[in-house]
């Protein structure tokens, strides 16, 4: 499956932290990020927009931060 099953095709390539969920006195920082806002009140997040990449999905109250958003292009291996 990739992100555009789960959501539309408007992706972003972005930096992003959360809480941990295995503990939310903890953060996760994920760099280099295709993430999608929706759907609502969530954030779909990938390392990859196509392939066999792992699809998480953060509700928007456990997001700290995303910073670094920019339009994501097409996957730059091609696939």
């Not at 941990?20 to 006195?25: C, E, N, R, V």
């Not at 999608?36 to 997040?45: C, E, Q, S």
């Amino acid at each position: 499956m990739d992100i555009t099953t789960v959501n539309d095709r408007h992706l972003y390539r972005a930096r992003v932290v959360v809480q941990d969920p295995a503990d939310p006195s903890r953060q996760l920082e994920l760099p280099e990020r295709i993430v999608r806002f929706g759907p609502a009140g969530w954030l779909t997040v990938t390392t990859a927009p196509t392939g066999d990449a792992g699809i998480e999905v953060y509700p928007t109250s456990h997001v700290l931060a995303v910073t670094d958003l920019r339009e994501a292009g097409p996957p730059v291996d091609g696939r």
